[in-house]
C-alpha cells in the first residue's frame, strides 16, 4: 500500500481554463500561488511556490464557474513534476496536482456580497470509492 499526496491553500494567479478531453471529458486546469510562512537565514521572504492544478468532470465545471483569480483555494490531490522545453530552449519544471478535492475558500468578492451565501458551493469531492474520473458534488453549507 502507498499514498502519494499533497495538499495546498493558496491564491489562483488567473481565471481557469476549461477544455474537453476526447470531446467529451471537461478538465480545468488553473495555477496557485502558495505563500510561504519562513524567512531565510538572511531574513528575507521566500518566493511563492506555484503549482498547475487539474481538476475533472463535475468538479471541472464547479472550478470553471466559481473560481477566478485571486480567490483562495484548498487543493488536495496527487502531486507530479512534469519537464518541459521553456521559450530560450533550457529545461524548465513544473509541480503539478491532479486534484480529487477541491474547496473555495472566502474571497474578498464574498465579504463584499454577504447577501447570498449558498450561491458558491463549499466544496467538491471524489469519494473514496468511485473512480479517479468520477467526482461527486457534496451540499455543505459554506
Known amino acids: 500500500m502507498s499514498l502519494h499526496r499533497t495538499e495546498i491553500i493558496g491564491r489562483l494567479t488567473a481565471d481557469p481554463e476549461t477544455r474537453m478531453v476526447n470531446g467529451a471529458t471537461p478538465v480545468t486546469n488553473f495555477n496557485v500561488a502558495v505563500d510561504s510562512d519562513y524567512k531565510s537565514r538572511n531574513g ?58 477541491v474547496q473555495f475558500l472566502s474571497s474578498k468578492r464574498d465579504s463584499m456580497n454577504n447577501n447570498d451565501t449558498t450561491s458558491q458551493p463549499a466544496q467538491y469531492t471524489q469519494p473514496a470509492s468511485a473512480p479517479a474520473s468520477q467526482f461527486v458534488e457534496d451540499d455543505l453549507p459554506f
Open 44 to 101: 528575507e521572504d521566500i518566493p511563492a511556490t506555484f503549482y498547475r492544478v487539474a481538476v475533472w468532470n463535475k468538479q471541472a465545471d464547479a472550478c470553471a464557474k466559481y473560481l477566478h483569480k485571486g480567490d483562495p483555494v484548498y487543493c488536495d490531490g496527487e502531486p507530479s513534476v512534469r519537464s518541459y522545453q521553456g521559450r530560450d530552449g533550457t529545461t524548465k519544471f513544473s509541480l503539478e496536482l491532479r486534484a480529487n478535492k
